[in-house]
């Protein structure tokens, strides 16, 4: 006799950042410019040049906003399309941290880490649960820049919450999938 297993629920992933003004918004001392980006969505890019290493990683950075918040234990996951047109000299990535925080002090993360961008357009992600709760009004992304001097450019991002009840679940993003 076959024993019926319960239909899996499909698990909604919802984007929580807002494609209607998706732009990256540069702040510190770096050369900011518009560049053709072939390959990607929209195929344009922004090209950033950190002169020279910070004191602090945030020194320059790249901050924006989401439309949505998450709880604590959410699956959160911010990825973007990004190449590095020239890593620090004798490096061949460009690394960046990426802070998915409270956007007043104590700048407490709900998410953070480190991600190495290579020469080539690649869609890289930071993903996992979130510690912290937050809601819209307090919450910003920070990709630090000013950890090394390097140019990277910089195309479309995305940012999706999965429900804490959906444990395993894996976001639809194409993370750490090439172009092309």
């Not at 510190?28 to 990607?40: M, P, R, S, T, Y």
């Not at 950075?61 to 190449?83: C, H, I, M, P, S």
């Amino acid at each position: 006799m076959a024993v019926a297993l319960p239909a899996q629920e499909r698990v909604k992933e919802t984007i929580i950042s807002d494609q209607a003004s998706a732009s990256w918004a540069f702040e510190g001392k770096a050369e900011v410019k518009e560049v053709a980006a072939e390959g990607i969505p929209g195929g344009r890019a922004l090209a950033v040049e950190v002169p020279a290493r910070g004191v602090n990683p945030w020194d320059i950075q790249a901050r924006l906003k989401l439309k949505e918040g998450f709880a604590a234990g959410d699956t959160v996951t911010f990825g973007f399309y990004a190449r590095a047109i020239a890593p620090d000299p004798g490096k061949d990535t460009a690394r960046v941290n990426v802070r998915v925080q409270r956007d007043a002090a104590p700048y407490d993360a709900a998410l953070e880490g480190a991600l190495e961008i290579g020469p080539d357009w690649r869609f890289h992600c930071l993903a996992g649960p979130a510690k912290i709760a937050l809601e819209p009004a307090q919450l910003a992304v920070s990709v630090q820049l000013a950890g090394d001097k390097h140019a990277i450019a910089f195309g479309p991002y995305l940012a999706t919450r999965i429900p804490a009840v959906a444990q395993g679940a894996r976001s639809g993003l194409p993370c750490g999938q090439p172009v092309g």
